[in-house]
């Protein structure tokens, strides 16, 4: 076990181990290190799954010289569960005897370290587990003491792994809302088909590929005979039934990235790059004649 002049070289030795790292490969590199400085037979650290935590997430663990894969575990019976209190733990002795969870283990000795964020939230923690007793209790204290500096190098990485994943989870939730609002602003409310925004910006592109020498396209422009008596016979509502109908009719049979059909005040127009298609009368209003 670890005596007391020896914190300075053993806080010197985890900064020196663990400083060209971050992330994963820093958790996996701190719990071997201070696995092998305090030679303890398992060391591992948490991110709380719940609040009021009663599961934690595993982020890196050691054990009997091995890195084991991340996994959970509920913190009933064991000993984590008394750091989760918010103050650390030390067990000289017994833990395989004293806590139903760790029954048929060999551990005897545990330290563990709550671990806060900045806004004094806690958010995980980190366990320090021997198959020795801790002899006394002057060196129950050095170790207490020395593991809660350690915790600060699993503090600030844990905390800067949330922020940056709070941070993707933002963006990505950015990224999900822009694309719903771009759409939105290109579907019309009734049928969802695209409306003339984007018919005017799709035809912009389709003549810039033909002057440009690419392949032609063929704009159709259709409408439904008699529709204006469906709404003075049936109401409007059997009326935006008519277009909801001709819109699906028109989606089903069209390809998507080859095809598009939009609504256009007056028609529907019909899209399609590089062929023409026999199309049907639409239910909108009647074109006039040139």
Known sequence: MIEEGDAYTILKRLVEITAPYLGDDFFTRMVEAVGKLFDADMVFVTRALDNPPTRVRVLAAWQEGRHLDSFDFDLVGTPCEMVFAGA???????????????????????????????????????????????????????LQEIAQICAHRFEAETWRLLIEGEKEAAYRQLQELNARLEQEAITDFLTKLYNRRHFSRRCDEAFGRMQRGGARFALILFDVDRFKAVNDTH????????????????????RENLEIIVRFPRYFVFQRVGFMLPVFPDPGCRATSP
Request: aromatic share 8%; with cysteine.
């Open 235 to 254: 109401g409007h509502d059997a009326g935006d039934e008519v277009l909801v109908g001709v819109a699906e009719t028109f989606r089903h049979n069209t």
């Open 88 to 142: 650390p733990v030390v067990v000289a002795g017994d833990v395989c005897c004293t806590f139903p969870a760790e029954k048929g283990t060999t551990f005897e000795s545990y330290i563990g370290i709550p671990l806060w964020s900045r806004c004094g939230e806690m958010i995980g923690h980190y366990a320090i587990i021997s198959s020795r007793p801790i002899s006394t209790p002057a060196q129950a204290k050095v």
